[in-house]
Each structure stands twice: as C-alpha cells, then as structure tokens.
C-alpha cells in the first residue's frame, strides 16, 4: 500500500494501543509508547505504527509527504469530551463579583451566570454563534484538539436550543474539527419557570426532546444535578426519557454540593459523570462497578475558586476510568485550552503525564463515544494525529502555559503548520 504520509523517526510516539475500552487503573499509566517511532497514513486511515523503519508493503513515492518527528511527540488527536462551544456573549464583568467573594450559585440565583448567558444566546443570530463557535474551533485545532463535543444549555426555550444544535450539526460539517452534540436543555431554570420547575421538565420531556431527535440533533443528554439546579429525581426523569430516543446520558453531577449525582450516574448507566469535585465515596464506588467514565474539569475548579479538585487519585485507585476536558464556557471556564487543563490535571490532581495522556485520548474518545475511529494510533484508525515540539509527554505538561503544538493532522490532512492553521483550512 502507498503512504501518503509518513512521520518518522518519532522520539516519542504515544500510541495508546490496546483495545478499544476505557483504561482504568494502571491500564492509565500504560500509553504504548515507541521510542525511535514511525507511523504511515494513506488517505484518512493509519496504516501503520511502528519502530525504526516501514515495513516493505509498504511503499512511498516523491508524492509521499515525510515528516521529521527528531525531538517530537506524537500523540492521537486530543478529545475534549464536555464544552459548551456554542453560546453568545462573555462574562468578564462576573470576574469583579468572583473577587469580591461571590459564589457562582449566587450568581446564577440572582440572575446572572448561566441565565446571562442565555439571554445573549437567544439574541445572537445563528451566524454570530456559527462565527464565534468556529474562532473556538480554530484556537482548539491549534493545541491539538480534532475532536470535540458540544452541549446546547444556552437558550433553555426549544427555538434558541435547535439554534445551537443547528450550529454545532453545521460546524461539524464544516470544520475539520468533528463536533459531537449533546443537547442540554435542563442546563439552568428559566426565571419564569422559578416556582414551575415542573412546568419547564414538561417542556424539555414533550417538547424538546422530540424535536431535538426529530432532527437529530443530539447524540447524548446531559443534565445540570446541582442545589438550586435540577434535583436528582428531575435528573433521573429528564435522562430516562431522553434515552427513549436513543440519546445517551451525561451528566453535571456533584460539581458542587454532595447531591448524589454519581450515584445517579451509576444507576441510569450514564456514559459520563462529570465534574465530581464533591461525589461522595459511594457514588464513586457505584462508578467503578458501572464503568461510568469520570470526566474532570479541574480548570473550571480552579476559575471558579472552589479551592478543591476532583479526587482523580481515589477514582484512579477505584477503577473508574478518568477523562479530562475544559469545559469551554463562558461562565466557569473561559478557555479552549486542553494543554492548561492538561497541565492542572498533573499539578493540581497528582495525575501522571500518562494518565493526563490517557484522559484526553482514549477515555476522552470513550465518553463520546467514538473508541473505534479514534482515541488510539492503530492501523485502521483515523489518521488523527497531534506532533508536539516537545521530547516526551512530561515535558508538555512541564513547560506550562504555551502551546506546544507543531502539526495537527485531521482525517490524514495536515491542517496545523508551525502551530497555526492552515490558510486552506479556513472556512
Ligand atoms: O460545566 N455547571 C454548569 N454548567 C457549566 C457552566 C456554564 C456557565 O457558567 O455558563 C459548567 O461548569
Ligand atoms: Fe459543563
């Protein structure tokens, strides 16, 4: 077979090899490393991984593109599995509230927080979001993501929901970035539905839900379980009708009071539990026995001054498969930046580079869904591919604050040069 790529000799080439199930335990710690590595793609596919040389089947030509990873890392394409990409407006002006000591419940008790955000959802047209979701995008390929979900949550009536859905179905076929939605319309309470809760779960089960499939729009549900939020058995309710459509369930669990969302997360056998700053030991436990993937956000921990982390030790320790994300929004964690989460996740959580490397790979293309195309570099996978400037994964996570990013390769196209997108790849 002819390549039409071919990076060779790798100093560092993370294949993450192994079956196509999220890693737990000291699985996490193993990442397939090769040093000396070569990889080969033809077309969109990898055809192969390997040490020092190509074996003879497989040929190239001076058509072949070769690349020199002398001092590099290659890794698969990172995974973001919980963003909220597409929304209108920012919320800088919460920042001075968050200094004085505001507590982001507060925040969204009296208004602000996610419901502002809302309300300049509703009034962005379909083109400012596309175009401000798309910037995103552009800075995610950039660090080295190629595959990232997207949660609606924003417009919280079923017109302004369908509006970021749409814009995320359409992102995803244009952007090389592939875009996997999640529809969150119980991600706050409408003010006028307060003293309605009900009313609004009436709306979301008869509604939106329907709608959202009828178009479909959305591959999982996801649902904001918090104090003042939707309560576990509203949870319960809202993601045991949304998999009557086929839609798998996610959820916001115990970011920040012990509600018994992991619990929950156990028993309706979500996909993802994510945040998980306050589970309890037992919710953890029912985790592990489930195999739900837990997915941590430490920068929305850090952004949000909460002052702890998720346990990722215990959960590592526990069996539960750990994934790591930003959580893109613009309320609890205004950045696109994986390698800083990456990088918290070390520091902040005691995860090692290879667990870290585990969280956005493999376990990350797990709670999408997606373990079979992506999340490993193995023959037959797609040729989704992240090239570092750097020698080892240690020193991505060490050398913070930068992008480290020399190449991303989407689908075997080379789309980030030096960093920087390329020209052709602008929508
Ligand atoms: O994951 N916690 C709920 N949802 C988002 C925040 C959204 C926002 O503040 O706009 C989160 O942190
Ligand atoms: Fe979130």
């Not at 996978?381 to 996570?397: C, E, H, L, R, T």
Request: aromatic residues 4%.
């Amino acid at each position: 077979m002819k390549a039409d790529i071919v990076v060779e000799n790798i100093s560092s080439l993370v294949t993450l090899e192994g079956d196509n199930k999220p890693r737990t335990g000291n699985e996490m710690g193993n990442v397939g490393l090769i040093e000396d590595g070569i990889i080969a793609i033809s077309d969109d596919k990898i055809i192969y991984v390997g040490k020092g040389k190509l074996p003879q089947d497989i040929q190239i030509d001076n058509e072949t593109k070769i690349i020199n990873g002398e001092g590099k890392t290659v890794t698969p394409g990172l995974i973001d599995p919980h963003t909220h990409l597409v929304h209108g407006g920012s919320r800088e002006n919460e920042l001075d509230m968050k200094l004085k000591g505001m507590k982001y419940l507060d925040i969204l008790e009296a208004g602000g927080g996610i419901l502002s955000t809302v309300r300049s959802t509703k009034e962005a047209s379909f083109d400012d979001l596309y175009n401000k979701a798309k910037n995103s995008l552009d800075k995610m390929l950039e660090l080295g993501m190629t595959t990232v979900e997207a949660k609606s949550g924003y417009g919280l009536d079923t017109e302004t929901e369908m509006k970021q859905l749409r814009v995320a179905k359409k992102l995803n076929e244009d952007h090389p970035i592939d875009v996997v939605s999640t529809f969150m319309g119980a991600h706050a309470i409408p003010k006028e539905y307060k003293d309605n809760v009900d009313g609004f779960i009436d709306i979301i089960i008869n509604d939106m839900l329907p709608k959202v499939s009828k178009e479909n729009l959305a591959e999982f549900c996801d649902v904001f379980c918090e104090e003042g939020v939707f309560s576990v058995d509203q949870t319960r309710k809202i993601l045991n009708e949304a998999k009557k459509y086929g839609m798998k369930p996610k959820i916001h669990a115990d970011e920040i009071e012990p509600l018994g969302g992991a619990e929950l997360a156990a028993e309706v056998e979500a996909v993802s539990a994510d945040h998980l700053v306050a589970a309890s030991e037992k919710g953890m436990e029912m985790m592990a026995d489930k195999g739900v993937i837990a997915d941590l956000l430490p920068g929305t921990c850090l952004n949000l001054k909460i002052g702890k982390m998720a346990k990722a030790r215990k959960m590592i320790e526990l069996g539960i498969p750990v994934a790591l994300s930003t959580d893109y929004n613009p309320g609890s964690s205004p950045t696109e930046n994986i390698q800083l989460i990456m990088y918290l996740a070390g520091l902040k959580m005691n995860m090692t580079p290879e667990e870290v490397i585990t969280a956005v790979t493999i376990n990350a293309a797990c709670s999408v869904d997606r373990q079979k195309e992506i999340g490993s570099l193995e023959e037959g996978k797609k040729a989704d591919i992240a090239i570092f400037n750097a020698p080892n994964i240690a020193y991505i996570m060490y050398h913070f604050g930068i992008n480290h990013i020399d190449k991303v390769i989407k689908n075997g196209k080379i789309v980030v040069e030096e960093g920087k997108v390329k020209k052709s790849q602008i929508i």
